[in-house]
């Protein structure tokens, strides 16, 4: 297995613009999550999804971020309008026996809001 | 809800030293205790995990214990070597093992100096 994709690897948008970020989790694997890693807040969870319903979202900022999984192979973590404050890495991970089992994680997309 | 500490923040240490780093965590019933290791700009990667019905678990030259009365978990490097120079991070899982999530500590930067 390829492991857990993301695309892009680098975005650098201006400050106001959608951003899409997009996961493929590894192939049966049933948790998908979304991180965000910044020096001052560490690694935080955002949200994730068992069998493609969210089941926690509690740690999305604000209403500007929304997630979504349409099926088993994809999701999508979309910022609009983008700001400054939202440049970091964003991980997407995904596990087979939930959250008491590894995560995989993918390698990460570097967000640059100008 | 979870909150996890982690220290220290920085820790170097001499090639052939062993290494430590504590956690403590708040919700009595979190369950699920794993460390990951980040390497420079590398995606973070399981290490070793401990469930609460275990004190301490080995593998090879690390190993993770856990004092569920005071609510505090550590890591232990023996034999440390160059490469395990790497941004350590714990974790755990507050809430119940099907709905919870995964909380992070801030990380410890570890140097091992060759």
């Known amino acids: 297995d390829a492991g857990v994709i993301q695309s892009p690897r680098h975005e650098v948008t201006e400050m106001g613009q959608e951003v899409t970020l997009r996961c493929k989790p590894i192939?049966?694997?049933?948790?998908l999550f979304w991180y965000r890693q910044t020096m001052m807040r560490g690694l935080e969870l955002l949200i994730y999804?068992?069998?493609?319903?969210?089941?926690?979202d509690s740690g999305m900022p604000e209403d500007r971020f929304s997630a979504k999984m349409p099926n088993a192979s994809f999701s999508t973590l979309k910022i609009q309008p983008s700001e400054p404050r939202d440049s970091a890495v964003y991980f997407c991970?995904?596990?087979?026996?939930?959250?008491?089992?590894?995560?995989?994680f993918g390698p990460g997309t570097r967000l640059t809001v100008l | 809800g979870e909150n996890v500490e982690q220290h220290p923040s920085t820790l170097s240490v001499q090639e052939g030293d062993s290494a430590v780093i504590k956690c403590t965590y708040s919700?009595?019933?979190?369950?699920?205790f794993p460390w990951y290791k980040q390497e420079l700009g590398k995606r973070p990667q399981l290490i070793i995990d401990?469930?609460?019905?275990?004190g301490e678990k080995k593998d090879q030259r690390i190993a993770v214990t856990l004092n569920k009365t005071a609510k505090h978990f550590s890591l232990h490097i023996t034999e440390t070597q160059p490469e395990d120079s790497a941004v350590y991070f714990c974790?755990?899982?507050?809430?119940?093992?099907?709905?919870?999530?995964?909380?992070f500590g801030q990380g410890t930067t570890l140097q091992v100096k060759p």
């Open positions: 919700d009595s019933a979190s369950n699920y």
């Open positions: 991970a995904s596990s087979y026996g939930g959250l008491v089992d590894t995560q995989y």
């Open positions: 999804f068992n069998n493609n319903v969210p089941i926690d």
């Open positions: 974790a755990a899982l507050g809430g119940s093992s099907n709905t919870g999530k995964l909380i």
């Open positions: 401990i469930r609460s019905n275990v």
């Open positions: 192939s049966g694997h049933d948790y």
